[in-house]
């Protein structure tokens, strides 16, 4: 199990570590003053990636081969030249620029694949690596998508790809979620798409466009390591299960105290088991009655337990962006981090939370490693 | 020969200390001084060559009218100043 916490925040990447049982303290920080958007640790070489958004100098990548001990800053993808007299805008008249504007998402190959990764970016790019980062390309085919056009900005400024799951039984099937723009997969590394999207519904679109791929605002997407056939969504008006390989989605109503949130995570080997933090939608993006709580399903969504040993049962206004929640790779621990800068361990699948931290910057990632 | 001048705001991610370089325009003098200092490129101008959205540009205390070519002219004793555009408190 893992025993080594990374902290993506607003204000640097932070580590803990476990020193016995239920006994985690933080222990080190990385880029202290800098924004991290986002970690990844690798499970095929034990190498960490650190996305950086300096703002004004732009977004960066580092990678360190001795468990942040050092780092050493890598490759960036780069957008294309727009092509002469282009003009491409979004739904409120918003030029998309033809440049990068963060890390969204960071995926690696599989273990037959060394050294590939895959990035999402805003806006709304897919790039891999075939070096571990230190150099790009971007998978063009998506990018010149007539109906990558049709994307928004939903969870940020622009279209943006949060989530890439790499089939575990074939490297070259990929599947990206988008806020907002659907699901798309190729099943030849990139070279064509497809839409995956049936069974969503988008109840914040025009009518006529309620089932339409690109109108779709998955907020995060997971697939089952061990069954992958079973895919999981938080979406922005509700939680998605595929059990047909994202052929088709079923809708899972009813679930309290609310159906909206952000992040999901599921049971690496058993698929109808997940986890999702609840807050009440959109207009609010607060914990429900000001109670953090997260809900686990067990029986593949249609019951929930709604758990809360240990977390915060009044006044908390704690909301936890969509990679802000992990699980560690035998299903047992959890971890979140939120806005306001605290942090939750379970060691025992969310039955009981120990508090971390309470005095973090704005957590925007989390990470086992 | 111009000097190049950057932030010192960005001496924290790059160490790119003050230079001469030969150059009659912003683009050929930061092109030598990015020789000097190759990770420097990507702090100060996007993929595109273009400078940075937020990122500001003086030549003798004025600032650049070509923020994508970068052809406003410097002279021989020119004094390129590369900042933040600060805004806010």
Not at chain 1, 39 to 56: K, M
Not at chain 1, 137 to 147: A, G, T, Y
């Amino acid at each position: 199990m893992s025993d080594h916490l990374l902290l993506s925040t607003r204000k640097g990447l932070f580590s803990a570590r476990r020193r016995g049982a239920g006994a985690w303290a933080l222990e080190a920080v990385s880029f202290l003053g800098d924004n991290v958007s986002l970690t990844l640790v690798d499970p095929r070489d034990g190498a960490w990636y650190a996305a950086l958004d300096h703002g004004h100098f732009g977004a960066k990548l580092h990678r360190s081969r001795d468990r942040g001990a050092t780092w050493q800053e890598i490759g960036v993808p780069a957008y294309p030249t727009p092509p002469e007299g282009h003009v491409g805008k979004d739904f409120l008249g918003r030029e998309i620029p033809w440049r990068l504007m963060r890390f969204w998402s960071l995926a690696p190959g599989l273990t037959s694949q060394p050294g590939l990764l895959w990035a999402g970016t805003l806006p709304g790019g897919l790039f891999w690596s075939e070096d571990c980062g230190d150099t790009w390309q971007m998978v063009k085919s998506l990018w010149e998508m007539p109906e990558r056009r049709k994307w928004a900005g939903g969870g940020a400024e622009a279209p943006g790809i949060h989530s890439i799951c790499v089939d575990p039984r074939n490297g070259n099937r990929v599947a990206v979620a988008i806020s907002s723009g659907g699901v798309w997969i190729t099943e030849d590394r990139g070279q064509t798409w497809a839409a995956f999207t049936r069974g969503m519904r988008a109840d914040y679109a025009p009518p006529e466009l309620v089932e339409a791929p690109e109108s779709q605002d998955p907020h995060r997407m997971v697939q089952c390591p061990g069954a992958p056939d079973t895919w999981w969504i938080q979406h922005h008006n509700g939680i998605f299960r595929s059990t047909d390989d994202a052929r088709t989605w079923t809708e899972i109503v009813d679930v309290k105290p609310s159906v909206f949130g952000f992040p999901v995570v599921v049971h690496p080997k058993e698929p109808e088991t997940a986890w999702f933090i609840p807050a009440i939608k959109d207009e609010k993006r607060i914990p429900a009655e000001g109670r953090v709580v997260v809900n686990r399903t067990r029986d593949g969504g249609r019951t929930f337990e709604t758990l809360h040993r240990g977390l915060p049962q009044g006044w908390a206004y704690d909301l936890v962006y969509r990679h802000a929640l992990d699980l560690d790779a035998r299903g047992q621990r959890l971890a979140f981090g939120s806005t306001t800068g605290s942090v939750w361990i379970s060691e025992n699948q969310g039955d009981d939370w120990l508090t971390l931290a309470e005095h973090l910057p704005p957590v925007h990632a989390v990470s086992f490693a | 020969m111009p000097s190049v001048a950057f932030t010192q705001n960005l001496q924290r991610h790059v160490a790119c200390p003050p230079c001469r370089v030969a150059g009659a325009t912003v683009q050929e003098s930061l092109e030598a001084a990015f020789a000097l200092y190759p990770q420097a490129r990507g702090y100060v101008l996007d993929e595109h060559g273009s400078l940075r959205f937020h990122m500001a540009i003086y030549v003798d205390g004025v600032p650049i009218l070509d923020r994508h070519g970068l052809s406003d002219p410097v002279t021989e004793a020119g004094e390129i100043f590369v900042m933040q555009a600060l805004s806010g408190g």
